[in-house]
């Protein structure tokens, strides 16, 4: 039998302890996963910040992942597997497929991670543990109630243009729409689908895809269908910035309000500048914070993150930002906005 050399035993201690130490001060540093559906979107950049931003504050380690386009199911799946293998504590989620990623979050979760999903809930929404987004009903009814007070007495008789992302009913597309409906004081039938309105002041949907390109092509196709069209919903920024060149191109731009959802820097430029009228400002710097505190939290004593009074998920707010404020609409000026948007 061989024997080692013999190490003094207050040596051997030394080096016990400290490996001792080395190995718990990795254990106890939890892995937090961050996967969104792009990493070029202005959206999804500011995610990651904010994610960042926190995990250094809350000694975490951070691990990012990203589609290599939206729409990238299959990277989004590798990175929970990769989170899984690598024993994290929880995952955060953009997800790009609602419904295909389901199984593979399952996986995640029967591990023992705590999953939430961020800005767009998984179909179902209890597929995760929660949801961390923005109220897009609540987005969408304030720009309505603004745009209504706005109108005063035109309101009654307006003439309105819905721009809207598709015609799937995606979730955060049928919210931003409907709510801005009610806002705006239309029945709005069924609050789970777009199009079943039917109000004469609604001149009539299309898609845009989200793009600036769609909207000025949904733009200029309800300009055919009736031009004294006064007010126009779009689904986000991009998509009014294109309506907005639709009208100019026909000399109309200053006879149509304009509202839209997001909050990003080119959109609330916009509102400086006049081209749209309001918008409703959403915040995912904060939902990826908040995200990775929870998930922190969670590491820490078990504790789960609940839902935000009388919703089914934690609301990260929503801002209306505009240069022409209205009475009983709280908002803020494109002045404040610009301190607070992303992109």
Not at 50 to 67: D, H, N, S
Not at 163 to 180: N, P
Not at 189 to 207: Q, Y
Request: aromatic share 6%; with cysteine; hydrophobic share 40%.
């Amino acid at each position: 039998m061989k024997f080692m050399h013999r190490i003094p035993f207050k040596t051997f201690a030394c080096l016990v302890a400290a490996g001792t130490l080395s190995t718990v001060a990795i254990a106890e540093t939890p892995i937090i996963g961050l996967i969104t559906k792009t990493n070029t979107n202005p959206f999804f950049v500011k995610m990651k910040e904010g994610a960042q931003q926190k995990a250094e504050e809350l000694g975490v380690e951070l691990r990012t992942f990203a589609g290599r386009y939206d729409g990238d199911n299959e990277s989004q799946v590798q990175a929970i597997e990769n989170l899984i293998s690598a024993g994290a504590k929880g995952i955060l989620i953009t997800p790009s497929d609602t419904a295909g990623i389901v199984p593979t979050i399952q996986k995640a979760r029967d591990a023992g991670l705590l999953v939430i999903a961020l800005d767009t809930p998984l179909s179902p929404a209890s597929a995760a543990d929660m949801t961390f987004a923005t109220d897009n009903f609540k987005a969408g009814e304030m720009i309505g109630m603004w745009a209504k007070a706005k109108m005063g007495d035109k309101a009654k008789t307006a003439k309105i243009a819905l721009l809207d992302l598709s015609t799937s009913q995606i979730t955060v597309d049928v919210a931003r729409d409907q709510g801005f409906l009610k806002g705006f004081g239309i029945d709005i039938k069924d609050p789970k689908r777009m199009g079943d309105e039917t109000d004469p002041r609604i001149v009539g949907n299309e898609v845009t895809q989200g793009s600036e390109e769609g909207g000025r092509r949904a733009m200029e196709n309800l300009l055919q269908k009736d031009p004294e069209l006064n007010l126009v919903y779009t689904i986000n920024e991009p998509a009014a910035a294109g309506a907005y060149e639709a009208l100019k191109s026909f000399g109309l731009e200053k006879d149509v309000l304009i509202v839209s959802v997001d909050g990003g820097c080119p959109g609330v430029r916009n509102i400086k500048d006049g081209v749209i009228g309001a918008t409703s400002m959403q915040f995912p710097l904060k939902m990826a914070s908040e995200g990775v505190t929870a998930i922190a939290e969670f590491a820490k004593s078990g504790s789960r993150p609940s839902a935000s009074n009388g919703l089914d998920f934690f609301d990260t707010g929503v801002q209306l930002i505009t240069d022409e404020p209205v009475k009983g609409v709280q908002s803020v000026t494109s002045k404040t906005g610009l301190a607070m948007c992303w992109g």
